[in-house]
């Protein structure tokens, strides 16, 4: 079931040349030795990519960075930017916000700006691979129930930068991530695959997915454009409301938002220093940012019972232990132990909600590299161009 | 020959490709070369003719992946037994839990695939 498209209008671009099958290796192309897989999590806000060689296990490349491209602006004094760049990413962007027009790549989860997206992309094979010359294969994650458009958008952004891709839904690849490999044969160990619900909660969207040993179907997942940027939005506006003329930035208020985020019964006093004008005040936001992530809970409850419910009876029970937040959502205060109150509320047996831990931001990546090492050669999307 | 290799490989029948390659194709291959001018000419006509090649199986595999669902749905009598719609996802629920690690994976992806590939249908 779906609750709400999350496809975008993309902006004019070329018919892109992927096609639905491997064609032959070329003669003289890369040698196997020479092809670097990597798992990326294409984020609203932040991106994950890992990168390592195929037939192993091991990671080269392990980052997080911030989905934005910063433009230099014209005019900047030599010596400014480190080097003369003209494009800067990431955090090197956010720390030049001054001196760059800085895009997002990526709204509610899918591409809207596809320049900007396909020089992320050159920043993040740059990453992955600094000399350039390997044959890059990704496996990237998209929103659960990600339109064609939204797909063929990725597409489009690494054609001539990856040789070939895979694109799978986020939630899933979370769900693989956060498996325990060394452990899925030991007795009394819950394999996340055979039977969970994954409520990955990111910067655009929020995606809910059912995993019971089996590719989850359209039916089993859930994505809601409602996550952390529409509360930043909703704290932006109330703290608007409440102290006009406050003068801080988005990106302050999402600050505020990821430190003193929570969900539950109101925390008061919540008191966040801010400067203000030059001057540091304190501002009692227990109200503002409780309202603001409680709508979190108000949003994707529906979307969670409404995938308990679809699950068959021999397996809801189990299914009720495995309840699984990720993403940076699971860093909101309670947000686990209030869901499962409600479900319990509401006469669910024995539900139990865990957080996926400390590797949050990484769960989607670690699983799509997974899933890039295990892929097989005619499951490849081949990148003509 | 090289087609045939390319064509191999579309399928997935690496194995039969590379034995082809290796023993045929490079016998073949070693004789073309000999004919050539120099080894440089020789590279580069030999590049020319597989990337042609590869283009046109590319090609042909691609259009096919268009052409044989459009004939389908035009020609009634050349289209395949009307599938049970209960088993057009594709993913009967509950089918099996992984076991081997890899090969659950690529069934995975193989189950995605071929839900896509319905959808498109």
Same mark, same amino acid.
């Given at each position: 079931?779906?609750?709400? =498209?999350?496809?975008?209008?993309?902006?004019?671009?070329?018919?892109?040349?992927?096609?639905?099958?491997?064609?032959?290796?070329?003669?003289?192309?890369?040698?196997?030795?020479?092809?670097?897989?990597?798992?990326?999590?294409?984020?609203?806000?932040?991106?994950?990519?890992?990168?390592?060689?195929?037939?192993? !296990?091991?990671?080269?490349?392990?980052?997080?960075?911030?989905?934005?491209?910063?433009?230099?602006?014209?005019?900047?004094?030599?010596?400014?930017?480190?080097?003369?760049?003209?494009?800067?990413?990431?955090?090197?962007?956010?720390?030049?916000?001054?001196? +760059?027009?800085?895009?997002?790549?990526?709204?509610? *989860?899918?591409?809207?700006?596809?320049?900007?997206?396909?020089?992320?992309?050159?920043?993040?094979?740059?990453?992955?691979?600094?000399?350039?010359?390997?044959?890059?294969?990704?496996?990237?994650?998209?929103?659960?129930?990600?339109?064609?458009?939204?797909?063929?958008?990725?597409?489009?952004?690494?054609?001539?930068?990856?040789?070939?891709?895979?694109?799978?839904?986020?939630?899933?690849?979370?769900?693989?991530?956060?498996?325990?490999?060394?452990?899925?044969?030991? =007795?009394?160990?819950?394999?996340?695959? +055979?039977?969970? /619900?994954?409520?990955?909660?990111?910067?655009?969207?929020?995606?809910?997915?059912?995993?019971?040993?089996?590719?989850?179907?359209?039916?089993?997942?859930? =994505?809601?454009?409602?996550?952390?940027?529409?509360?930043?939005?909703?704290?932006?506006?109330?703290?608007?409301? !409440?102290?006009?003329?406050?003068?801080?930035?988005?990106?302050?208020?999402?600050?505020?938002?990821? !430190?003193?985020?929570?969900?539950?019964?109101?925390?008061?006093?919540?008191? +966040?220093? +801010?400067?203000?004008?030059?001057?540091?005040?304190? /501002?009692?936001?227990?109200?503002?940012?409780?309202?603001?992530?409680?709508?979190?809970?108000?949003?994707?409850?529906?979307?969670?019972? !409404? /995938?308990?419910?679809?699950?068959?009876?021999?397996?809801?029970?189990?299914?009720?232990?495995?309840?699984?937040?990720?993403? *940076?959502?699971?860093?909101?205060?309670?947000?686990?132990?209030?869901?499962?109150?409600?479900?319990?509320?509401?006469?669910?047996?024995?539900?139990?909600?865990?957080?996926?831990?400390?590797?949050?931001?990484?769960?989607?990546?670690?699983?799509?590299?997974?899933?890039?090492?295990?892929?097989?050669?005619?499951?490849?999307?081949?990148?003509? *161009? | 020959?090289?087609?045939?290799?390319?064509?191999?490989?579309?399928?997935?029948?690496?194995?039969? &490709?590379?034995?082809?390659?290796?023993?045929?194709?490079?016998?073949?291959?070693?004789?073309?070369?000999?004919? &050539?001018?120099?080894?440089?000419?020789?590279?580069?006509?030999?590049?020319?003719?597989?990337?042609?090649?590869?283009?046109?199986?590319?090609?042909?595999?691609?259009?096919?992946?268009?052409?044989?669902?459009?004939?389908?749905?035009?020609?009634?009598?050349?289209?395949?037994?009307?599938?049970?719609?209960?088993? &057009?996802?594709?993913?009967?629920?509950?089918?099996?839990?992984?076991?081997?690690?890899?090969?659950?994976?690529?069934?995975?992806?193989?189950?995605?695939? &071929?839900?896509?590939?319905?959808?498109?249908?």
């Amino acid at each position: 079931m779906t609750t709400a =498209s999350i496809e975008k209008q993309p902006a004019a671009a070329p018919q892109q040349a992927a096609v639905p099958f491997a064609p032959p290796a070329r003669t003289g192309a890369p040698s196997r030795s020479n092809i670097l897989l990597i798992g990326l999590d294409l984020g609203t806000n932040k991106s994950c990519v890992l990168a390592g060689p195929p037939g192993s !296990t091991d990671i080269t490349v392990s980052k997080v960075v911030p989905s934005v491209v910063g433009y230099v602006k014209d005019g900047i004094v030599d010596g400014i930017i480190t080097g003369n760049a003209k494009i800067l990413y990431g955090e090197e962007a956010l720390d030049q916000m001054l001196h +760059v027009e800085l895009v997002a790549p990526l709204d509610e *989860g899918v591409i809207s700006r596809p320049e900007a997206a396909r020089d992320f992309m050159l920043h993040i094979r740059q990453l992955a691979d600094p000399s350039g010359k390997a044959e890059i294969r990704a496996v990237v994650g998209v929103p659960a129930n990600a339109g064609e458009q939204a797909r063929e958008n990725i597409r489009r952004s690494v054609q001539g930068i990856f040789s070939r891709i895979l694109l799978i839904p986020e939630p899933f690849l979370a769900a693989l991530g956060y498996r325990d490999d060394s452990r899925v044969r030991q =007795s009394g160990y819950v394999d996340p695959v +055979v039977n969970s /619900l994954f409520i990955d909660i990111g910067g655009g969207t929020s995606d809910l997915c059912l995993v019971q040993g089996y590719f989850p179907t359209r039916d089993d997942q859930i =994505s809601i454009p409602f996550a952390g940027d529409a509360i930043d939005e909703l704290l932006f506006d109330e703290l608007n409301r !409440t102290y006009p003329n406050n003068g801080l930035s988005r990106l302050t208020v999402r600050e505020i938002k990821e !430190t003193h985020s929570y969900v539950g019964p109101s925390r008061k006093p919540l008191d +966040v220093k +801010v400067v203000i004008g030059g001057k540091s005040r304190t /501002l009692e936001l227990g109200d503002s940012v409780g309202n603001a992530c409680n709508t979190l809970i108000d949003k994707i409850y529906p979307a969670l019972t !409404t /995938l308990i419910a679809s699950a068959s009876s021999d397996s809801v029970v189990t299914l009720l232990q495995n309840l699984i937040i990720t993403g *940076g959502g699971s860093q909101i205060k309670g947000i686990d132990t209030v869901l499962q109150k409600r479900l319990a509320d509401d006469g669910y047996e024995n539900p139990k909600v865990r957080l996926a831990g400390q590797d949050f931001q990484r769960y989607v990546a670690i699983g799509a590299l997974k899933a890039a090492r295990a892929a097989r050669e005619n499951q490849w999307q081949v990148l003509l *161009g | 020959m090289y087609r045939r290799i390319c064509f191999l490989r579309s399928e997935g029948l690496t194995d039969e &490709a590379n034995r082809i390659e290796q023993t045929e194709f490079a016998a073949a291959s070693a004789k073309a070369r000999e004919s &050539a001018e120099s080894e440089s000419e020789a590279d580069f006509l030999m590049k020319t003719l597989f990337a042609e090649e590869e283009a046109r199986v590319a090609e042909a595999v691609a259009l096919a992946e268009v052409l044989v669902p459009l004939l389908s749905r035009r020609l009634p009598l050349l289209a395949p037994p009307p599938r049970d719609p209960a088993a &057009a996802s594709v993913a009967p629920r509950g089918r099996k839990p992984a076991n081997d690690e890899d090969r659950g994976i690529a069934d995975f992806i193989e189950e995605m695939l &071929a839900q896509e590939r319905a959808v498109v249908r």
